[in-house]
C-alpha cells in the first residue's frame, strides 16, 4: 500500500500546473509578524492575502510545501452553500443573523472567482454551475426541497428531473436534482499557488518545509516555534485542517480525518467530451459516501470519492472508484488512467465547519467537510476583517469539541462507512 500524504505527486494537479512552483526558504532564525498563520492551504493564504491587503504584516508557515495537503489535491468543485439549508440556518440563527449567514455562506463562490480575476490566477477558471444529482427516487424530495429554498433566497436554480439530469451529465443513473449557477470548478494547486503569489507581492512572508512544533503564548501575543526558528506574534491562525496534530490542545480530537481518492482518465475523444460531463459542469451525488466528477480543462474525465482512513491508500478502493466510474459512464469502459491520489480532508461530526477562539488572539478554522475551495476562502477573509478592522465575525466560533471515541476511530469509521452504503443502497439521501 502507498502513502497517501506522498501521493501528491501523482495527483492531475501536480504534474498539469499552470502556476509555476515558487520555492519558499525555510524558516531560521527570529521574525516578527502582526499575525503568524500555521498551514499553507486555502485557508492560510485567503486569510494572509486579505490581511496583507489590510496593512498586516503576516507570515505563514508551512510544515511542506504551499497546497501540500487537500487546498493541492481536491477536485477542484467550487460550490456555495453549507451542507445546512437556509431554512436551517434560520431555524438555528434567528431571522437576521440566519440571513447573514446565508449570504456570507450563498456568496463564496463569487468570492472566489473574484480573486482569480483580480490577481490573475492561472487556474483554468469555468463557472457552468453544480449539480447536486439524487442516487434514488427517495433522495430526490431532499434534493428539490434544498433547490426550492435557494430559490426563495433568490438564487435562479434549475431543478431537474431524471431526463435533464441526463442530459447535462451523460449518465441515466441519477433520478434528478438541481443545478446551481453559482458553482463552478478550477485547478486547485493552481489557485493555491496563485494566492499565495498574490499575498508575496504584498508583502507576506511564506516559509515552506517548516513545520511548527510549538505554539505559545508569551506576554501579549504567541510565538510559533520550529526547528530552526520562531515567529512572534500578537495573533496566531492554526489552518491545518486535516493534517492536524497537538499544536492546540484537544483539536486533533474534534475532527476526522478521512482520505479523498481521485482518478483522472487519459483524454477523452471528441465524442466523449460531448457526452460525459460536458460544458464544464461539475456534480456530486446524495450519497453519504458520494462520488463526485467533472471534466478537466484538458478534457479529462475526474471522478472522486471517499476512500480509506489512515495514511495508507487501499488499492481496492481505487479500482472501486475506477467500477464507479464505468457504472456511470458505460462508454468509458476500457479507458485507461494516468492519475490516481488521495489526501484527507476533515470531516466533522455536525457536518459545518468549525470556527474556534481557544484563547485570545487565538483562531482556528477548520472541517469544511469537502467544500473548502470557496468556504476556506470565505473564512479568510472573515478572519482578515476580524483581526484587521474588529468586525465580528458572522460565523460563530464555538468550543473545540472533543470525540470521546477519537482513539479507536479506525474501526468506528470502518463501523460507519459500512452503516453509511447500507443507507445509499435503500436510497437516503445525504447532504
Not at 502507498?2 to 526558504?25: C, M, V
Not at 443513473?173 to 478550477?186: H, N, T
Not at 476526522?256 to 475523444?269: E, G, H, N
Not at 464544464?280 to 480509506?308: C, H, P
Request: with cysteine.
Amino acid at each position: 500500500m502507498t502513502s497517501s500524504p506522498e501521493s501528491f505527486s501523482r495527483s492531475l494537479w501536480w504534474n498539469q500546473a499552470g502556476e509555476i512552483k515558487q520555492d519558499h526558504a525555510k524558516l531560521r532564525g527570529a521574525h516578527e509578524a502582526d499575525v503568524v498563520i500555521i498551514g499553507g492551504g486555502f485557508t492560510g493564504l485567503a486569510s494572509a492575502l486579505f490581511l496583507a491587503e489590510r496593512g498586516k504584516k503576516v507570515a505563514v508557515l508551512e510544515a511542506r510545501h504551499i497546497g501540500f495537503g487537500a487546498s493541492g489535491r481536491n477536485g477542484g468543485q467550487v460550490i456555495p452553500g453549507l451542507k445546512h439549508d437556509p431554512e436551517d440556518l434560520l431555524a438555528a440563527y434567528g431571522p437576521q443573523h440566519g440571513k447573514r449567514m446565508i449570504d456570507l455562506v450563498g456568496g463564496v463562490s463569487d468570492l472566489v472567482f473574484d480573486l482569480v480575476r483580480k490577481h490573475d490566477i492561472r487556474c483554468a477558471p469555468t463557472r457552468a454551475g453544480w449539480i447536486q444529482a439524487a442516487h434514488s427516487e427517495l433522495a430526490t424530495a431532499a434534493v428539490y426541497r434544498r433547490a426550492r429554498q435557494w430559490q426563495a433566497q433568490g438564487v435562479e436554480v434549475e431543478i431537474l428531473d431524471r431526463k435533464r439530469v441526463a442530459d447535462l451529465s451523460g449518465t441515466e443513473r441519477y433520478f434528478g436534482g438541481w443545478r446551481d449557477p453559482r458553482a463552478g470548478a478550477l485547478q486547485p494547486l493552481d489557485y493555491a499557488r496563485g494566492l499565495a503569489r498574490a499575498a508575496v507581492s504584498l508583502g507576506v512572508e511564506i516559509f515552506e518545509n517548516s513545520p511548527v512544533l510549538g505554539l505559545k503564548r508569551e506576554g501579549e501575543g504567541w510565538v510559533a516555534k520550529t526547528a530552526f526558528g520562531k515567529v512572534g506574534a500578537r495573533d496566531a491562525l492554526v489552518a491545518t485542517n486535516g493534517y492536524t496534530g497537538n499544536l492546540v490542545p484537544g483539536l486533533a480530537q474534534s475532527i476526522l480525518p478521512v482520505q479523498s481518492m481521485l482518478i483522472a482518465t487519459k483524454p477523452l475523444s471528441d465524442k466523449q467530451r460531448n457526452e460525459v460531463m460536458p460544458g464544464g459542469v461539475v456534480l456530486s451525488e446524495t450519497r453519504k459516501l458520494a462520488f463526485y466528477m467533472r471534466q478537466s480543462e484538458d478534457g479529462r474525465f475526474l471522478i472522486g470519492g471517499r476512500g480509506a482512513v489512515g495514511m495508507k491508500e487501499k488499492p481496492a478502493l481505487m479500482e472501486a472508484l475506477k467500477a464507479g466510474m464505468v457504472r456511470l459512464f458505460p462508454q468509458l469502459e476500457g479507458i485507461g488512467l494516468d492519475y490516481t491520489w488521495s489526501g484527507h480532508v476533515a470531516l466533522t461530526m455536525d457536518g459545518l465547519p468549525h470556527l474556534h477562539n481557544p484563547a485570545s488572539g487565538l483562531h482556528v478554522m477548520l472541517g469544511y467537510n469537502g467544500r473548502g475551495v470557496a468556504m476556506a476562502t470565505a473564512f479568510g477573509k472573515m478572519y482578515a476583517e476580524h483581526v484587521a478592522e474588529g468586525r465580528p465575525m458572522v460565523y460563530p466560533a464555538t468550543e473545540i469539541p472533543r470525540l470521546a471515541w477519537h482513539a479507536i476511530r479506525k474501526p468506528v469509521m470502518d463501523l460507519g462507512i459500512r452503516w453509511y452504503w447500507i443507507k445509499d443502497r435503500l436510497g437516503f439521501a445525504s447532504k
